[in-house]
């Protein structure tokens, strides 16, 4: 059985011009749970069709069914960075960090969190933080191309001269 992961995509453009960046990707994963796979197939489309509240309670249903579930959390971080509350989109990845990383397409579970930390992170005006975060993306996964891209835009900026007033 395989079910869907979104990841976000994203550019420094999109970022700073419209603070709006999800765009998903979509990922095939097998998940062994059927009741959270069932639950989680209900959340995609709700989450697709962009009903926030519905599709965050139904993530949290697919977690409860299954703590190890991580698609669940990348894809309910997803929603909370899409409406700009990244204080509760942070710790779902990190929960990510601490399920056993596997493999995935673009990248592996644990880069995908760490590139979505990354975007948190500049999003929040810690730049040398979103750096961060990227370089472990990529030291996971390096041809992760989302990654490298961000990565080359989060340089350019931090090598910009600033203005003084």
């Known amino acids: 059985m395989f079910e869907f992961l979104l990841t976000l995509t994203t550019s420094l453009s999109s970022l700073s011009a419209t603070n709006s960046v999800v765009q998903p990707n979509v990922i095939a994963v097998a998940q062994p749970n059927l009741d959270a796979a069932a639950e989680y197939q209900n959340a995609l489309v709700l989450h697709q ?14 977690i409860d069914l299954d703590p190890s579930y991580d698609a669940a959390y990348i894809n309910l971080s997803l929603i909370f960075i899409a409406v700009d509350d990244l204080d509760s989109a ?76």
């Not at 069709?49 to 949290?60: F, H, L, N, R």
């Not at 493999?103 to 005006?125: K, M, T, V, W």
């Open 49 to 62: 069709a962009e009903q926030w509240p519905e599709a965050v309670a139904a993530y949290q249903r697919v």
């Open 90 to 165: 942070k710790p779902l990845l990190q929960q990510v960090l601490e399920l056993p990383d596997r493999e995935e397409f673009p990248a592996s579970i644990h880069a995908i969190a760490h590139y979505n930390l990354g975007i948190i992170q500049f999003r929040q005006g810690a730049l040398v933080e979103a750096l961060a975060e990227t370089e472990q993306a990529l030291a996971i996964a390096p041809n992760f191309e989302q990654a490298q891209t961000f990565l080359a835009q989060l340089q350019a900026q931090n090598s910009a001269p600033t203005q003084t007033p």
